[in-house]
Nanobody, 128 residues
Framework: VQLVESGGGSVQAGGSLRLSCAASGYDFRRYCMGWFRQAPGKEREAVAVIDSDGKTNYAHSVQGRFAISADNAKNTLYLQMNNLKSEDTAMYYC???????????????????????WGQGTQVTVSS
């Protein structure tokens, strides 16, 4: 399984970016995919998740600003980020696992998420 993120960059506060995560090497019938981020000196946090039924959930800090989506035909996960803030600055990672159970609670759970496959990350920097 290989996950490759792209789309990161530098943007001013209030701007937008669209992250992509190209997946290969698997054909999960049932899955949970997510975007996570980690800022320097901080723990990794879940940003948004989507399951194979198309259900989504978001961290409170990004609700109304970010949108996660998946194109199954292209095996690609997306994260549309609007109205970016300086506190969104972080390395962003995508991850996947081959089961749905517990997917939607990931952004709200204090326990580390159990995902078997991770990308290398893409940097997002927001300047104020």
């Amino acid at each position: 399984v290989q996950l490759v993120e792209s789309g990161g960059g530098s943007v001013q506060a209030g701007g937008s970016l669209r992250l992509s995560c190209a997946a290969s090497g698997y054909d999960f019938r049932r899955y949970c995919m997510g975007w996570f981020r980690q800022a320097p000196g901080k723990e990794r946090e879940a940003v948004a998740v989507i399951d194979s039924d198309g259900k989504t959930n978001y961290a409170h800090s990004v609700q109304g600003r970010f949108a996660i989506s998946a194109d199954n035909a292209k095996n690609t996960l997306y994260l549309q980020m609007n109205n970016l803030k300086s506190e969104d600055t972080a390395m962003y990672y995508c991850a996947t696992r081959n089961y749905v159970a517990g997917c939607l609670v990931v952004p709200d759970s204090p326990t580390p998420p159990l995902f078997g496959y991770w990308g290398q990350g893409t940097q997002v920097t927001v300047s104020s």
